[in-house]
């Protein structure tokens, strides 16, 4: 009999977050524990899937992470991998949004994720600690950030930021956690068509179509960062791209993307 591998998943009534559920549920052994806000959502899913753990829950709740600690420990009693892909975006100027706006942002795709984390990493090295000689599967976390965490684009600099911050913050947790057995990982999609991120522009032209992924790469791309020991993955794979010329020519990126470069008017919440 597989040994039990429990994962939790955070926005997993739709687009990444299911995508990722799915494939998690074809892993021998696993144990699913699904987070979202739509609990009708997640049940469906959960009887699809065979059965998982549902946790019908807001992350932008301060009170939420040390449930949710508190319901893994008394169900479960272990966490081998946590992924952290709730999320969204809401387009607008900074001289129109303001602080707002950024707070906004940050409530959800910065400050959500690191409450949750802080709840759960005494789980997570614990589990980590006491596995069994001879399984190979890491006890790790996944961030899924985003390109716009590299390259920043007109009308998302909240969601730019908000998602710069979980990078910056990501790679200084993998030196923290190395240590103790823990692996974190980022994933930084592209556009990727999903219910709260449609990229229709991009997919109504043929000359941009191509620029879109869907849900089952980033969630491929999510393994390779957990259990499969990656320190990060672009998705699709050439993104790495834009990001190094972000560094390397700075005033090139400006001038491509002030044209409309990776431009698109997308937004809401996964």
Request: proline share 6%; net charge positive.
């Amino acid at each position: 009999m597989p040994e039990r591998y429990i994962a939790l998943v955070t926005g997993a009534s739709s687009g990444i977050g299911e995508a990722t559920a799915r494939r998690l549920a074809g892993q021998p052994g696993t144990e699913l524990i699904l987070v979202a806000r739509r609990a009708e959502r997640l049940e469906a899913l959960a009887g699809e899937l065979g059965g998982a753990h549902v946790i019908a829950a807001d992350l932008t709740d301060p009170e939420v992470p040390a449930r949710i600690a508190a319901e893994i420990r008394e169900r479960h009693g272990a966490l081998h991998l946590l992924v952290n892909n709730a999320g969204a975006a809401w387009r607008g100027a900074f001289a129109d949004t303001g602080w707002a706006g950024v707070e906004r942002h940050m409530r959800l795709n910065f400050e959500a994720p690191v409450r949750l984390v802080e709840a759960l990493l005494p789980l997570l090295r614990a589990t980590a600690a006491s596995r069994p000689d001879g399984d190979a599967r890491r006890v790790a976390i996944v961030n899924v950030a985003s390109t716009a965490g590299r390259v920043a684009r007109p009308r998302s600099g909240a969601y730019s930021a908000a998602k710069f911050a979980l990078a910056g913050w990501t790679d200084a947790l993998y030196y923290e956690e190395l240590p103790h057995g823990v692996h974190v990982g980022l994933v930084l999609p592209g556009f990727v068509r999903t219910e709260g991120f449609p990229a229709e522009e991009l997919r109504a032209r043929a000359l941009t179509r191509w620029m879109v992924s869907e849900v089952d790469g980033v969630a491929e791309a999510i393994l390779e960062a957990g259990p499969g020991g990656r320190p990060e993955r672009y998705v699709p794979r050439w993104y790495w791209i834009p990001a190094a010329l972000r560094v390397l020519a700075p005033g090139l990126v400006r001038r491509a993307v002030a044209r409309g470069a990776f431009t698109t008017r997308t937004g809401g919440r996964d």
